[in-house]
């Protein structure tokens, strides 16, 4: 599908309405799971590269390489490099060429947990400033805390297209495939920041807790696995420590295993939980019926 963006297939046909473009004339930015960085340059070299070679010349160098945190990797060889390394310098060289689009096909799938969220988040502020971003990617949290809209493809078909929460909701409710890795997503802003590193952000009217440096008024999204949340009857407001958001029940599904999943909401946030048999039979859960869905502050995936 990217090599069919970017006009590198011969032969493609559209279903649908298409905006007539000049595909050679256009200035598509790809980059794909592998560096593809010139071996004989060093990255600060082939940054420059791309960057005297864009439409138009820019200042912005320092602000991209920070962004992609590679200016500690300047004086080093491509050889050298780690696979997240080579990433970052890549998606880095992919900015600095100043495309109409960017087209990324897992672009931080050998980073760390910290690093990935550091460049998605710097990804998503480009978007923010008018830079059309695709996407391609395995990872549905990390697509539903980024992305405001997904496309989701099965067996190379478009299954599911609309907002991001449209289309989990759509994904979690038809496709098997997805059956292990439900989570939920919260956002909202943040209304207090506390010492340590810990928030405190309101979701659907609720006060809840997390540790990421964000600051305040930050418009925050977080992904939760059904793995990290229990259920219980006691409505009493969230900890530092605990998080407890009151929701209703939406549906139980038994699974192969012998778990429960449970779907629970509040207003247009949806959250999952994975129960045992015998935390399910104690519960005796009723759909409809009111909860309180608990969590610890350091359970989510954050922008």
Do not use: K, W
């Given at each position: 599908?990217?090599?069919?963006?970017?006009?590198?297939?011969?032969?493609a046909t559209v279903s649908g309405n298409w905006q007539s473009v000049e595909w050679n004339k256009a200035r598509v930015g790809l980059v794909f799971q592998d560096s593809l960085l010139f071996p004989h340059l060093s990255v600060g070299q082939n940054l420059l590269l791309s960057n005297d070679f864009a439409r138009k010349q820019t200042h912005w160098f320092d602000e991209v390489v920070l962004g992609c945190?590679?200016?500690h990797l300047l004086q080093r060889m491509p050889a050298s490099l780690s696979g997240g390394e080579a990433q970052r310098v890549a998606?880095?060289?992919?900015?600095?060429?100043?495309?109409?689009?960017l087209l990324l096909d897992e672009?931080?799938?050998?980073?760390?947990?910290?690093?990935?969220?550091?460049?998605?988040?710097?990804?998503?502020t480009l978007a923010a400033g008018g830079l059309p971003i695709l996407l391609v990617s395995h990872d549905l949290s990390d697509l539903s805390v980024y992305c405001p809209s997904l496309v989701y493809i099965e067996a190379g078909r478009c299954v599911f297209y609309d907002q991001t929460q449209k289309v989990l909701d759509e994904v979690y409710q038809h496709s098997k495939s997805m059956a292990t890795t439900r989570f939920g997503l919260l956002q909202g802003p943040v209304v207090e920041?506390?010492?340590?590193?810990?928030?405190?952000?309101?979701?659907?009217?609720?006060s809840l807790f997390a540790e990421y440096p964000f600051i305040h008024n930050e418009q925050v999204a977080l992904?939760?696995?059904?793995?990290?949340?229990?259920?219980?009857?006691?409505?009493n407001a969230a900890s530092s420590a605990t998080n407890c958001f009151v929701c209703v029940v939406l549906a139980v599904k038994p699974e192969e295993n012998g778990h429960f999943l449970v779907a629970l909401g509040c207003g247009q946030t949806r959250l999952y939980a994975r129960l045992n048999a015998i935390a399910y039979t104690q519960l005796n859960l009723q759909t409809g019926e009111q909860v309180a869905a608990r969590f610890a502050t350091h359970s989510f995936d954050a922008t």
């Open positions: 599908m990217l090599r069919c963006l970017a006009g590198l297939e011969e032969h945190q590679c200016n998606l880095a060289r992919a900015i600095l060429n100043s495309p109409d689009i672009p931080v799938s050998a980073l760390d947990t910290h690093t990935r969220h550091a460049i998605l988040s710097y990804l998503r920041t506390h010492p340590h590193g810990l928030v405190e952000f309101c979701c659907e009217g609720q992904s939760i696995a059904a793995g990290a949340v229990t259920i219980d009857r006691e409505l």
